[in-house]
């Protein structure tokens, strides 16, 4: 749905200088360096499109990690169209129900070993966690997470997302009776 709403423009576009962002700081700062972080150089600076390639490519990892008998999506390049990143996060999306709904019925099985018990490995490093609620709201979190940073970085390339559209995204009703 956000990814819709983005204008074609923004999609593949940094902004020319993220350093000289004015970041106002508590005490009326306007310097990250004052605030002891660092602006991260445009070089650096994800697109819009690697956003979401992102955000798919983490996708297929929960999947690969917590449900390897899930066939993966395919792999999604940096500068993949709109229509292409829409389809892509559309099947890993699908991938992540089917695993959700695996591992969350496999657990509610009565007398389950706790060796047998679906865990859900949200990377290689981390540890595991059982699959439940946490484990949603951590996939979650991980989305809105890269959602807030697609409106920003649309915004600061000078294509803001309208009111609409990002007020829409926490519509989660109707989000939910569309399905």
């Given amino acids: 749905m956000l990814i819709e709403k983005v204008d074609p423009r923004a999609w593949l576009g940094k902004p020319a200088s993220l350093p000289g962002l004015q970041v106002r700081g508590t005490w ?10 660092r602006a991260r150089s445009s070089s650096r600076t ?4 690697a956003i979401f390639v992102h955000m798919h490519h ?9 449900a390897p008998h899930l066939l993966l999506p395919a792999e999604l390049n940096r500068n993949c169209t709109q229509a292409q990143a829409r389809k892509a996060l ?10 959700i709904e695996h591992l969350l019925s496999a657990t509610s099985e ?12 949200r990377d290689g490093w981390a ?9 949603v709201a951590y996939m979650i979190t991980h989305e809105a997470h890269h959602r807030g940073q697609v409106c920003m ?5 000078g294509f803001k997302l309208s009111g609409a559209a990002t007020s829409a995204m926490w519509g989660w009703e109707r989000l939910a009776s569309s399905c």
Avoid at 90 to 99: F, H, Y
Avoid at 110 to 121: A, I, N
Avoid at 127 to 135: E, S, V
């Fill in 28 to 37: 009326g700062t306007r310097h990250p360096q004052a605030l002891g972080t």
């Fill in 46 to 49: 994800r697109t819009i499109a």
């Fill in 58 to 66: 983490v996708r297929r990892k929960w999947i690969r990690l917590s």
């Fill in 90 to 99: 559309r099947l890993s999306g699908a991938r992540c129900l089917e695993m």
């Fill in 110 to 121: 009565p007398g389950l070993s706790p060796e047998k018990e679906r865990k859900f490995l």
């Fill in 127 to 135: 540890r595991t966690w059982p699959a439940g609620p946490m484990m």
């Fill in 153 to 157: 970085l649309a915004n600061q390339l």
